[in-house]
C-alpha cells in the first residue's frame, strides 16, 4: 500500500543513557505514539517501534540490509563484517549454513539428557543452598558450560568467555562510555578466538572446528571463521544468561504464575516465551536502508540507520493485549525476541533446550523462589538482564 507522505516524527529520547536502559519501557512506549517510524534526534537513527512494522522489516532484508553491521557505530560495524549476523543473502545462506546441522532438531534431541542433567546437578547445589544468587550461581554458569561444551574448547579455555559477550554488545550501540569501557574486553576476544580457539585447543566435533573445516573444504572465506566465531562466541551467551535470570526474577515477582508452571509442566515453554517477549534479552539492532522505505506515510531515506526494537515491539499494545503482564498461559509465538527472517536466531533450540533444562529442574526442586536481596541491573546498550538476583527458595518438593 502507498501512503501519502506525512511529517517526520522525530523524539530526542536517547535511547542508550542509563536511565532508559535502566526501566526503557515507558520511553519506548513514548515512542510508540509518536508513529511508526521515528527519527531520534539524539543520534543519526532512525527507530521502529511497533510490532508490524518490525516484523516486516525483520521480513525484508533487502530494503533492511544486514550487510554494514548490526550495530550503531561503523567502526565497530566493521568488526562484524563476515559475520552471519553482518551479511545479507546469498553471503549470509553460505554463512549460516556451516553450523546449520549443528543446531538443527536432530542435533539438538541428542543433546537433550546431557543438558537436563548439568540443570538438574546445578539448580540441586543452588536449592540446598537455600539461599543463593540466581545470576551468578546459575543464569550466568549454565549456558557458559553448556556452549562451551559445544563449542568443543577444553576446560583451561574457557575462563575468559563470560567476558566477552557482554562487552561485544555493548558495541553494538553508540560510543558511549558503556561502549568505551568495552573495547578493551573486545580487543581480548579476538585475540582469544585468533590464540586459544585454535584447532590444537578445539574437540573436532565441536562447532569450532566445523567452522574451521568449512573453510579448509572452500565453503567460507578462511577470513570468515574469526567472525564467524565470534557471532555464535558472543550471541550464545549474554542472551541466553539473561533470558534465564529475567525469567527467575518474573517468576519470583509472579509466584501466582510460578505456581501455575509448578501444576502444569507444559507451561514451562510458553512461560519461557512470554518472558522473552516481556523482557526481551536482546532489545534490538540496527538495519542500514538500502533505498528510501515507506512506512505507513513516514518515509526513512536511503542509507539509513535504522534501530528495530523488538523490547518495544514485544510490548506494542496494537499487538498483544495487556502486553505489560506476565501471563504464562498467553503463549506468544510470534514475539519477536528472537527475530524473525533470514536472521532469525540460529540458536534458538538450544536456548529452548537450555531454558526448558534449567525451569525444569527448577519447578520439580523449589516450591517457591522469593527475592531476598535487591535485584542489581546490568546496564548493557543492547542487552537487558541483571548483574545479581538474590533468592531463597523453598525446597520441601511439591
Ligand atoms: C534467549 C536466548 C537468545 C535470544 C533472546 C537470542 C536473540 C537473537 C536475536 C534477536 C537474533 C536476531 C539478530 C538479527 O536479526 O539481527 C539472534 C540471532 C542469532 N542468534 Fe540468538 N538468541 C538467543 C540464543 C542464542 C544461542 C543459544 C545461540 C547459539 C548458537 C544463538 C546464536 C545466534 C546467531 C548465530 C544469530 C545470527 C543469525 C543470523 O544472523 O542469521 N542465539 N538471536
Known amino acids: 500500500m502507498t501512503h501519502a507522505t506525512l511529517p517526520v516524527p522525530t523524539s530526542d529520547i536517547d535511547l542508550f543513557s542509563d536511565d532508559v536502559l535502566h526501566d526503557p519501557y515507558p520511553a519506548l512506549r513514548e515512542l510508540r505514539e509518536v508513529g511508526p517510524a521515528v527519527r ?54 553460505r554463512l549460516r549454513a556451516v553450523l546449520s546441522d549443528k543446531l538443527a532438531p536432530k542435533a539438538l534431541a541428542k543433546l537433550r539428557t546431557r543438558i537436563a542433567a548439568l540443570a538438574d546437578d546445578l539448580v540441586a547445589g543452588a536449592v540446598a ?45 553508540p560510543l558511549n562510555a558503556r561502549a ?17 580457539m585454535v584447532p590444537e585447543n578445539l574437540r573436532p566435533d565441536g562447532w569450532a572446528a566445523s567452522v574451521y573445516q568449512a573453510a579448509d573444504r572452500g565453503d567460507i572465506e578462511p577470513a570468515s571463521v574469526v567472525p564467524l566465531l565470534s557471532a555464535y562466541v558472543t550471541a550464545s551467551m549474554d542472551t541466553t544468561i539473561n533470558g534465564i535470570g529475567n525469567t527467575i526474577l518474573l517468576f519470583a515477582q509472579h509466584p501466582d504464575a510460578y505456581q501455575q508452571v509448578r501444576a502444569e509442566p507444559a507451561l514451562l515453554g510458553p512461560a519461557f516465551e512470554e518472558s522473552l517477549r516481556l523482557e526481551s534479552p536482546a532489545q534490538g539492532f540496527f538495519r542500514r536502508t538500502t533505498r528510501p522505505v515507506d512506512i505507513e506515510g513516514i518515509t526513512i531515506p536511503a542509507d ?48 529452548r533446550l537450555e531454558a526448558q533444562a534449567v525451569f525444569g529442574a527448577l519447578v520439580r526442586s523449589a516450591s517457591s523462589i522469593e527475592i531476598s536481596g535487591e535485584p542489581v541491573r546490568k546496564l548493557n546498550n543492547v542487552i537487558r538482564g541483571l548483574a545479581s538476583l538474590p533468592v531463597t527458595v523453598g525446597a520441601e518438593g511439591k
Open 40 to 93: 531520534l534526534t539524539a543520534y543519526d537513527a532512525w527507530v521502529l517501534p511497533r510490532y508490524d512494522p518490525v516484523r516486516a522489516a525483520l521480513a525484508d532484508h533487502e530494503r533492511f540490509s544486514s550487510a554494514q553491521g548490526v550495530g550503531y557505530e561503523d567502526q565497530f560495524n566493521a568488526l562484524m563484517w563476515g559475520t552471519v549476523l553482518a551479511s545479507d543473502p546469498p553471503i549470509h545462506t
Open 129 to 173: 543452598e537455600g539461599e543463593f544468587d540466581a545470576v551468578s550461581e546459575l543464569a550466568a554458569v549454565f549456558p557458559v558450560t553448556v556452549v562451551a561444551d559445544l563449542i568443543g574448547l577444553t576446560e583451561e579455555a574457557r575462563g575468559p568467555l563470560l567476558s566477552f559477550a557482554d562487552a561485544a554488545f555493548n558495541t553494538f550501540g
Open 180 to 196: 568505551q569501557a568495552s573495547l578493551p574486553f573486545v580487543g581480548q576476544m579476538f585475540e582469544y578466538l585468533n590464540t586459544v
Open 304 to 351: 539509513s540507520k535504522v534501530l528495530l526494537s523488538w523490547a518495544s515491539a514485544n510490548r506494542d499494545e496494537r499487538k498483544w493485549e495487556r502486553p505489560e503482564e506476565f501471563l504464562v498461559r498467553r503463549n506468544p509465538v510470534d514475539h519477536v525476541g528472537f527475530g524473525y527472517g533470514v536472521h532469525g536466531c540460529a540458536g534458538q533450540g538450544l536456548a
